[in-house]
């Protein structure tokens, strides 16, 4: 393997911080980015930048990030794939099973690794209450839940000068919606609740049903203002989540899990905050504050730098990715097959496995 792996980066939104936390590794370099939007590209002097992705490709990478927007991320990623580059994707990483299905064969046939970039699993209180499930803490988690509503409807419209605050949007005629607005059904955005919940819990979903809010927050622009699923894991848990993405609330997450032997609070809304309880070892006791610690990781690096390095460390060694690709979809179809429940009425539908599909 070369000295330094080569590295791009795909959407310069977010992705700006995913160039800077590759560039600053020693064992990689990043030699391209790309955007569709030419303005995005500026300030990226030595680098290759393109705002055509095939083009970006035949830059000879070793590694792409996918973090673009959500509606061409199956179709980047198999392409990258297909050109030898080992992926990176940004959540939503799919769209349907027919995308998870296209992801999972050319995984298959390149040999390439693969994963979800679900950075919530990397933060302290996810590492934490994983050591704390794993000690025997929680004994055996029969529920969780999961919410995460974020006001985004100041990013659902936008112009050639950019996003147009939604209050404002009389005054900008020409506004378009995004993708935000156009692709995004609550619950398809599920990785950062489902997926924290089913790393702790060690565990996959089974079946699905889902109730949808039609719009009345933002009638003329998202169809969907919130939906509810409600999941039976394998190992008989069950697991509510709750996506919203034009209710008027701001950015806060919630995460409950109940076990046989104790329980656990997360809630970040503003400021951050946990209580947990446990019976295992001790008297009996009420909720329990965690220490200032709770919410950094143990050796002190952030999230997205020790997602992106425990992730090139499984390419360097060969060994399969932190979530490979069977387990990051594991975190993302579940509410796929939801959404489809609730335009059914909430019919209860199997979510399958596509790693004992292969």
């Not at 790393?199 to 089974?206: I, L």
Request: proline share 5%; aromatic share 8%; hydrophobic share 40%.
């Amino acid at each position: 393997m070369a000295a330094k792996l080569r590295c791009g980066v795909v959407g310069l939104g977010r992705g700006k911080t995913f160039v800077r936390i590759f560039a600053a590794r020693s064992d990689c370099e990043v030699v391209a980015v790309c955007d569709p939007n030419p303005t995005a590209l500026a300030g990226f002097s030595g680098l290759k930048a393109h705002t055509n992705y095939d083009a970006f490709l035949e830059e000879r990478l070793d590694v792409v990030a996918v973090i673009s927007p959500g509606p061409v991320h199956a179709e980047q990623s198999v392409k990258a794939l297909e050109r030898g580059a080992h992926v990176l994707c940004e959540t939503p990483c799919v769209y349907s099973l027919d995308e998870a299905r296209a992801v999972i064969a050319a995984v298959e046939k390149s040999g390439r690794k693969y994963m979800l970039a679900e950075n919530y699993i990397w933060q302290g209180w996810c590492v934490r209450l994983k050591e704390m499930a794993r000690a025997g803490k929680l004994g055996n988690i029969v529920y969780a839940e999961g919410d995460y509503t974020h006001d985004c409807r100041d990013l659902m419209l936008a112009d050639e000068a950019g996003f147009v605050n939604y209050a404002e949007r009389d005054r900008h005629p020409g506004a378009k919606p995004t993708w935000r607005a156009t692709h995004l059904s609550p619950l398809f955005y599920c990785s950062h609740t489902l997926g924290p919940l089913l790393h702790v819990m060690e565990d996959r979903v089974a079946t699905a049903l889902a109730f949808a809010v039609a719009g009345r927050a933002a009638p003329d622009l998202a169809p969907t203002d919130l939906e509810t699923g409600l999941f039976e894991t394998r190992r008989g848990a069950i697991i509510r989540l709750t996506n919203g993405f034009t209710v008027a609330h701001p950015m806060a997450l919630y995460y409950h899990l109940v076990g046989t032997r104790g329980s656990a609070v997360v809630l970040r809304a503003g400021t951050t905050c946990a209580k947990w309880w446990s019976e295992a070892g001790e008297a009996v006791k009420g909720w329990q504050e965690v220490p200032p610690d709770f919410f950094q990781r143990p050796d002190g690096r952030s999230d997205l730098e020790a997602m992106i390095g425990d992730f090139v460390a499984s390419i360097r060694q060969d060994t399969e990715p932190p979530l490979d690709v069977y387990e990051s979809l594991a975190m993302t179809i579940p509410g796929i097959i939801a959404h489809e429940s609730g335009m059914r009425g909430g019919a209860k539908l199997s979510v399958p496995d596509l790693r004992s599909s292969r």
